[in-house]
């Protein structure tokens, strides 16, 4: 069946630098790849997507690139701080679907200041 | 002024019981959806529904059943709970077939003794 990848399960990194989230997705015809934001106790928030037809899509610190070839996508953020830290969702659109969504098992990231 | 709002916020039950999540959303979306947030915070797709079809994820047992009175509001309905259904619904909404952004309520954390 349809899967999604995600690594690292958990990331820890020094405010100021760089994190990257990778996700792999097995669905060739996947073609909308959101990714959330869950804060503890909080509900899932979408932070960044990109669709099949764009290879790259920024905003301000955060960027998301996207492989269709080799079915790979992934999260940056630049310029980490501490507010960042957060569990990370990417997700992929599941073929045939309304709109359903697949989801990668989560990164917990911490941004030490 | 809340897009997608959910009732209980915390629900506490005993084994066997019957019980209702109601989800409400005022954004106009057609799509709603049910996810199971489990201990380890994988979130997993239960139903998609607009008012065209329900869509069922086949793991999902079928003690577990949604049910839309109308477009704005896709209600959980749960019979003879049980332990391990212990977890956090999350109720999504989503627009019209292409817009697959989907925007969460802010959970439902469900403990059954």
């Known amino acids: 069946g349809e899967n999604v990848e995600q690594h690292p399960s958990t990331l820890s990194v020094q405010e100021g630098d760089s994190a990257v989230i990778k996700c792999t997705y097995s669905d060739s015809a996947s073609n909308y790849f959101p990714w959330y934001k869950q804060e503890l106790g909080k509900r899932p928030q979408l932070i960044i997507d990109?669709?099949?037809?764009?290879g790259e899509k920024k905003d301000q610190r955060i960027a998301v690139t996207l492989n269709k070839t080799a079915k790979h996508f992934s999260l940056h953020i630049t310029e980490t701080q501490p507010e960042d830290s957060a569990v990370y969702f990417c997700?992929?659109?599941?073929?045939?679907?309304?709109?359903?969504?697949?989801f990668g098992k989560g990164t917990k990231l911490s941004v030490k200041p | 002024d809340t897009a997608v709002s959910q009732t209980p916020k915390y629900l506490v039950t005993q084994m066997g019981n019957d019980k209702s999540i109601k989800c409400e959303q005022n954004l106009g979306h057609d799509t709603m959806y049910w996810y199971k947030q489990d201990s380890k915070k994988f979130l997993k797709i239960m139903f998609s529904y607009n008012n065209k079809e329900l869509i069922i994820n086949e793991t999902v047992p079928n003690r577990f059943s949604p049910k839309s009175p109308d477009k704005a509001h896709l209600n959980l309905h749960i019979n003879s709970l049980e332990l391990g259904d212990s977890a956090v619904y999350f109720c999504?909404?989503?627009?019209?077939?292409?817009?697959?952004?989907?925007?969460f309520g802010p959970g439902t954390r469900l403990t059954v003794t």
């Open positions: 997700a992929a659109s599941i073929r045939g679907s309304q709109g359903n969504l697949i």
């Open positions: 999504a909404s989503s627009g019209s077939s292409g817009a697959y952004e989907q925007y």
């Open positions: 990109i669709r099949s037809n764009v």
